[in-house]
Structures are given as structure tokens and as C-alpha cells.
């Protein structure tokens, strides 16, 4: 079983920064992606950014050079530092880890979600 715990949400003024970490833990193969999502009231959750277990990173727009992703694959850590935060950055935020195994004659992708962290920016 793999479990994923998210920390470093909060309530921060418009303009200024937080820290997202998400730890995960359980039978997780050295070959995987690890990423944020965020899901605001009343909309569908949608990407913020990707990093594969080789470091190949993958932000949306709406966040591109404001957001990092990071990972410490020694802890299977996976960390997102947000700058320049405005008031629509607003939502709860999700870790996720995915990986996909391929067997003889198919291929099976395995995919685990956190509980989420609320983060909220203030105008």
C-alpha cells in the first residue's frame, strides 16, 4: 500500500511564498512520477507541475516561473516551492505518484493520490 502525506499548506498574502512537501511511502519502484494538482471550489483539479524520478520537470502556464518542483528520491519526497503567490493560486493542492509496470501482454499504470493541503493567498 502506498501512502502519500502532504504538508506546508496555509494562509499567505498575495505576493508572498510557501513550501508544499509531500512524503510518500509503501512499495513504490525507483521508476516514477511524482507532481502536484490543485482543485479550486467549484472547478476540476487540474496540473501544476510534474517531475519524473530523472528530474524532467512539467509546470502549466498559469504557474510557469513562479513554481519549482523538486525531489529527494532517497526519501521519495517530492516538494513544490511556490513564489510570487496570487489570490487565484487558491485551492486545496494534491500529491500525487504514478508508475506504470508492464507485464507480458499488457502494461498496468498504478496511480495514488495525498489527502490535499489548503493553501490560501490573500488579495
Known amino acids: 500500500q502506498v501512502q502519500l502525506a502532504e504538508s506546508g499548506g496555509g494562509l499567505v498574502q498575495a505576493g508572498g511564498s510557501l513550501r508544499l512537501s509531500c512524503a510518500a511511502s509503501?512499495?513504490?519502484?525507483?521508476?516514477?512520477?511524482m507532481g502536484w494538482y490543485r482543485q479550486a471550489p467549484g472547478k476540476q483539479r487540474e496540473l501544476v507541475a510534474t517531475?519524473?524520478?530523472?528530474?524532467?520537470?512539467n509546470y502549466s502556464d498559469s504557474v510557469q516561473g513562479r513554481f519549482t518542483i523538486s525531489r529527494d528520491n532517497a526519501k521519495n519526497t517530492v516538494y513544490l516551492q511556490m513564489n510570487s503567490l496570487k489570490p487565484e493560486d487558491t485551492a486545496v493542492y494534491f500529491c500525487?505518484?504514478?508508475?506504470?509496470?508492464?507485464?507480458?501482454?499488457?502494461?498496468?499504470?498504478?496511480?495514488?493520490w495525498g489527502q490535499g493541503t489548503q493553501v490560501t493567498v490573500s488579495s
Open positions: 509503501g512499495s513504490i519502484p525507483s521508476i516514477n512520477t
Open positions: 500525487n505518484s504514478n508508475w506504470r509496470i508492464q507485464y507480458v501482454f499488457a502494461s498496468k499504470k498504478y496511480e495514488y
Open positions: 517531475i519524473t524520478s530523472d528530474g524532467t520537470t
